[in-house]
């Protein structure tokens, strides 16, 4: 499978660049990421979250890359969801932001059923791509991930099934956070 997604971000190229390829920084906007951790200046260990509470992990190596440019990756080793990438950072027309662009291609484990399940929970990698740029932009704009009062918890929503009608919080919830 094959992604493609683009968002225009209102920082300089040297600082989105230099977020981005703080890899550890990846989960705080990529829904699905649980951690990365840099195992050497090129390497990298992932554990993403799949569908029905399982996880997944793989190592990854940088194979290609420019400065405040592009960083381009591949998945090494026995990985879990073998995968390939590209994220390229371009100064964008007004001469104050940056364009990010990402490709990623991988294959879903489970082929074509894997895929299906994945769309039946939600979980469509085309709109998450999306989604995830999304949050990044947010992040590198204000600072954090804007939440709305329904999901002030973000991921830690996910473990929240099954889901129930719109509802305000409650004073504890308010309190002990998406736990209670």
């Not at 300089?12 to 649980?34: C, G, I, K, Q, S």
């Not at 260990?45 to 569908?51: D, I, N, R, S």
């Not at 990623?104 to 399940?117: C, F, N, R, S």
């Given at each position: ?89 371009m100064p964008a027309p007004d001469g104050v932001s940056t364009e990010v662009q990402v490709v990623l291609v991988y294959d879903i ?34 600072g954090e991930v804007v939440r709305s009062d329904g999901a002030p918890w973000g991921k830690r929503a996910r473990k929240e099934f ?19």
């Amino acid at each position: 499978m094959e992604l493609t997604a683009t968002t225009t971000i209102r920082k300089p190229v040297p600082e989105v660049y230099a977020f981005w390829r703080d890899f550890e920084n990846l989960p705080t906007f990529m829904a699905h990421l649980d951690e990365v951790r840099a195992t050497g200046d090129r390497t990298s260990h992932w554990v993403a979250g799949a569908p029905f509470g399982k996880d997944v992990e793989w190592d990854a190596e940088i194979v290609d890359e420019a400065l405040s440019e592009k960083i381009v990756w591949r998945s090494i080793g026995n990985a879990d969801v073998p995968n390939t990438g590209t994220v390229r950072f371009m100064p964008a027309p007004d001469g104050v932001s940056t364009e990010v662009q990402v490709v990623l291609v991988y294959d879903i484990p489970g082929g074509t059923v894997g895929k299906a399940i994945a769309k039946y929970f939600g979980e469509e990698p085309h709109q998450q791509l999306d989604d995830d740029l999304r949050r990044l932009k947010q992040v590198l704009e204000t600072g954090e991930v804007v939440r709305s009062d329904g999901a002030p918890w973000g991921k830690r929503a996910r473990k929240e099934f099954p889901q129930r009608p719109a509802q305000p919080l409650s004073d504890s919830e308010l309190v002990n956070g998406a736990d209670e």
